[in-house]
């Protein structure tokens, strides 16, 4: 029986041409055809050349196109235009325009324009543009514009612009302008968005204007907010800085992201405390202009000491820290800023020794419990930024 089926198939997909069908001869309308394969049916070896109102399949059948309902046991096929609904338990595929509803239990294939909407259980295919809602379990495919709806269970694919919103659990593609929404579990491709890419892993895009959300974003220009662990912009803000404090008595920085929304990396040192330590740290920030060479950032940081070699930490010593500097130009290059400290710390005693590794010079409020302790102190951070 499955070689059966293996060699039906094969038979079936050699009789469909691959090309797109020249619709522009008026083709008869007919109520009604019944096939059991291509060619043995009511219509026998003439079913190409008319549109049906009703075509019933019940393997495969091989019509000139339908204008109203066909079902198939296993495929539907049409030379030229399907209107309306079809389905079937593998495959439907038109090789004109197609206008309204195809199911399938494994894919759909369209070779024109094609509006309406598309359910298969693993991919659905478009070769023209589009106007249409995809739904399958695995992959959808535009191979050109489309101003729709693309969800997948793994990926989604538009060749050129698109007014739509893409939904993937893996990966979306968009070779255009997206006008709508990327979402997916782990990346988002596009020429340019205007909207929204939101993934669990990475956002790519020349141009965005809108909001890029993942672990990672990567953009050539952005008008409006990256947000996430690292966002890269060709075209965006980075600086360099090295301070001096009460918490963190040296200490250096790395900003890079967008004014509005930056992404901070850092390392820092405390050594007029009770205990010398080593931190490293990530933080967020956004700067203000408040007039052409002067600027106003705000800033939190998370800092987490480090000890006993560079890969080994206590998560239970942190140091957390809210920053608002004021920032005035020295050059075109380099940049001086002053500005008060929020410092919060959790501290631990070393299990071991019973020794606390505590930053603060004076407490503002105090929270101790057994072997663990809070303090909270306004502190003082200045320094110098360079580009």
Same mark, same amino acid.
């Given at each position: 029986?499955?070689?059966?089926?293996? &060699?039906?198939?094969? *038979?079936?997909?050699?009789?469909?041409?691959?090309?797109?069908?020249?619709?522009?001869?008026?083709?008869? #309308?007919?109520?009604?055809?019944?096939?059991?394969?291509?060619?043995?049916?009511?219509?026998? #070896?003439?079913?190409? /050349?008319?549109?049906?109102?009703?075509?019933?399949?019940?393997?495969?059948?091989?019509?000139?196109?339908?204008?109203?309902?066909?079902?198939?046991?296993?495929?539907?096929?049409?030379?030229?235009?399907?209107?309306?609904?079809?389905?079937? %338990?593998?495959?439907?595929?038109?090789?004109?325009?197609?206008?309204?509803?195809?199911?399938?239990?494994?894919?759909?294939?369209?070779?024109?324009?094609?509006?309406?909407?598309?359910?298969?259980?693993?991919?659905?295919? &478009?070769?023209?543009?589009?106007?249409?809602?995809?739904?399958?379990?695995?992959?959808? !495919?535009?191979?050109?514009?489309?101003? %729709?709806?693309?969800?997948?269970?793994?990926?989604? *694919?538009?060749?050129?612009?698109?007014?739509?919103?893409?939904?993937?659990?893996? =990966?979306?593609?968009?070779?255009?302008?997206?006008?709508?929404?990327?979402?997916?579990?782990?990346?988002?491709?596009?020429?340019?968005? /205007?909207? =929204?890419?939101?993934?669990?892993?990475?956002?790519?895009?020349?141009? !965005?204007?809108?909001?890029?959300?993942?672990?990672?974003?990567?953009?050539?220009?952005?008008?409006?907010?990256?947000?996430?662990?690292?966002? #890269?912009?060709? %075209?965006?803000?980075?600086?360099?800085?090295?301070?001096?404090?009460?918490?963190?008595?040296?200490? =250096?920085?790395?900003?890079?992201?967008?004014?509005? *929304?930056?992404?901070?990396?850092?390392?820092?040192?405390?050594?007029?405390?009770?205990?010398?330590?080593?931190?490293?740290?990530?933080?967020?920030?956004?700067?203000?202009?408040? =007039?052409?060479?002067?600027?106003?950032?705000?800033?939190?940081?998370?800092?987490?000491? &480090?000890?006993?070699?560079?890969?080994?930490?206590?998560?239970?010593?942190?140091?957390?820290?809210?920053?608002?500097?004021?920032?005035?130009?020295? /050059?075109?290059?380099?940049?001086?800023?002053?500005?008060?400290?929020?410092?919060?710390?959790?501290?631990?005693?070393?299990?071991?020794?019973?020794?606390?590794?505590?930053?603060?010079?004076?407490? #503002?409020?105090?929270?101790?419990?057994?072997?663990?302790?809070?303090?909270?102190?306004?502190? &003082?951070?200045?320094? !110098?930024?360079?580009?």
């Amino acid at each position: 029986m499955k070689k059966l089926i293996i &060699v039906l198939a094969g *038979f079936i997909l050699f009789l469909v041409p691959l090309n797109a069908q020249d619709e522009s001869e008026e083709k008869t #309308i007919r109520p009604f055809q019944l096939s059991l394969i291509p060619g043995i049916g009511t219509e026998g #070896i003439y079913s190409t /050349d008319n549109i049906y109102n009703f075509s019933f399949n019940i393997f495969a059948g091989l019509t000139g196109g339908v204008d109203g309902l066909e079902i198939g046991g296993f495929m539907n096929i049409n030379r030229f235009s399907m209107n309306g609904f079809q389905a079937s %338990g593998f495959g439907n595929i038109v090789n004109g325009t197609a206008d309204g509803l195809q199911a399938a239990g494994f894919f759909n294939l369209n070779n024109l324009y094609t509006n309406g909407l598309q359910v298969a259980g693993f991919a659905n295919v &478009v070769n023209y543009d589009a106007n249409v809602v995809q739904v399958s379990g695995f992959a959808n !495919v535009i191979d050109g514009h489309n101003a %729709g709806f693309q969800a997948s269970g793994f990926f989604n *694919f538009t060749a050129f612009d698109g007014d739509m919103v893409q939904a993937a659990g893996f =990966m979306n593609y968009t070779g255009g302008v997206l006008k709508g929404v990327q979402a997916a579990g782990f990346a988002n491709i596009a020429r340019e968005v /205007d909207g =929204m890419q939101a993934a669990g892993f990475l956002n790519i895009a020349r141009k !965005v204007n809108g909001l890029q959300v993942g672990m990672v974003n990567i953009a050539d220009s952005l008008d409006g907010l990256p947000l996430g662990l690292l966002s #890269i912009v060709r %075209g965006g803000y980075r600086k360099a800085e090295f301070s001096v404090g009460d918490a963190l008595n040296l200490h =250096m920085g790395f900003k890079i992201g967008v004014k509005r *929304f930056y992404n901070i990396f850092s390392m820092g040192t405390q050594f007029t405390g009770e205990r010398s330590a080593f931190l490293l740290g990530y933080g967020i920030g956004s700067e203000f202009n408040l =007039m052409n060479d002067q600027y106003i950032n705000i800033e939190m940081h998370s800092n987490q000491v &480090v000890k006993k070699g560079w890969l080994k930490s206590d998560g239970s010593n942190m140091l957390h820290q809210l920053k608002v500097s004021y920032a005035k130009d020295l /050059d075109p290059r380099w940049q001086f800023f002053i500005g008060p400290v929020l410092n919060i710390q959790t501290v631990r005693a070393d299990p071991e020794t019973g020794e606390w590794i505590n930053f603060s010079p004076y407490s #503002i409020l105090d929270f101790s419990s057994d072997r663990r302790e809070t303090r909270l102190w306004l502190g &003082v951070n200045l320094g !110098v930024r360079f580009w």
